[in-house]
């Protein structure tokens, strides 16, 4: 059965979704994805989480950056530990998921939604398969060059534009789609606002903007257009360098 169209409704509340790139167990932010161009913001994950959780978060994004590399997860033992810390907490994580044994341990660590990136592009077949078996639990990720998707850790750029490929997932039952403009990630310089309503339009998927968010300027744009189906926005680097500021954004959301 075809979902309802979320563009029938109105968004009422936009999350704002703290992101927790982990590389080699550390907290880090990367400029355009580059694991050579990384900036270590704390020892302890864990307590970088609970930092997120008390200024009011309602979802975490985890990315397993080693893992997006490798093929497999490289973190777990973080994400299980920050999953098991908040257990009501909605977790989403992405980087090396590419098995259904993965989604499985992951679901079991109490991790609420699986990203799968890499995987939709080369075997979107496989995203089919896991919405089935796990419904309402599979975001997929599309990560974009001047609208072509990204894969492996954003280092091959394909020849797939991600509006069609989120045509490709509408029927399957996909609970959201991370849309990443990779020329703006972790660069300070403003969410690419157009690019992703354009991404909402595409389809009847809800989409979580990432990629760019500096400060409440980037929030206020995306609240305007949220109704087309914006479900909320991933901030890293701009939380961690105090240009916004995650209690102030949710409220404003909120209202």
């Not at 496989?126 to 492996?152: K, M, S, Y």
């Amino acid at each position: 059965m075809a979902r309802p169209d979320p563009r029938l409704f109105t968004v009422s509340i936009m999350l704002i979704i703290p992101a927790i790139d982990l590389k080699d167990g550390k907290c880090v932010r990367l400029r355009q994805g580059l694991m050579e161009d990384s900036t270590v913001y704390g020892d302890d994950p864990l307590a970088m989480a609970a930092r997120w959780v008390d200024a009011g978060a309602r979802r975490l994004h985890l990315v397993d950056l080693n893992g997006a590399f490798e093929g497999k997860p490289m973190n777990g033992e973080v994400v299980t530990a920050i999953a098991r810390q908040y257990p009501e907490l909605p977790i989403q994580i992405g980087g090396g998921i590419r098995t259904i044994e993965i989604i499985e341990h992951y679901l079991d660590a109490g991790v609420s939604y699986l990203i799968i990136g890499t995987k939709a592009v080369k075997e979107p077949e496989f995203v089919t398969e896991v919405c089935r078996q796990f419904p309402g639990r599979i975001i997929v990720g599309l990560d974009a060059v001047n609208g072509l998707v990204a894969t492996d850790g954003w280092a091959e750029v394909s020849d797939i534009q991600a509006s069609e490929l989120a045509k490709r997932f509408e029927q399957d039952g996909v609970e959201s789609i991370v849309y990443t403009d990779i020329s703006r990630d972790g660069m300070m310089q403003g969410v690419n606002v157009e690019a992703t309503v354009a991404m909402a339009e595409a389809s009847s998927i809800p989409v979580i903007a990432s990629g760019g968010i500096t400060n409440m300027d980037d929030i206020h744009q995306l609240k305007a257009v949220a109704g087309v189906g914006i479900l909320g926005a991933i901030t890293g680097k701009a939380i961690y360098e105090g240009s916004l500021d995650v209690t102030q954004a949710q409220q404003f959301c909120d209202e």
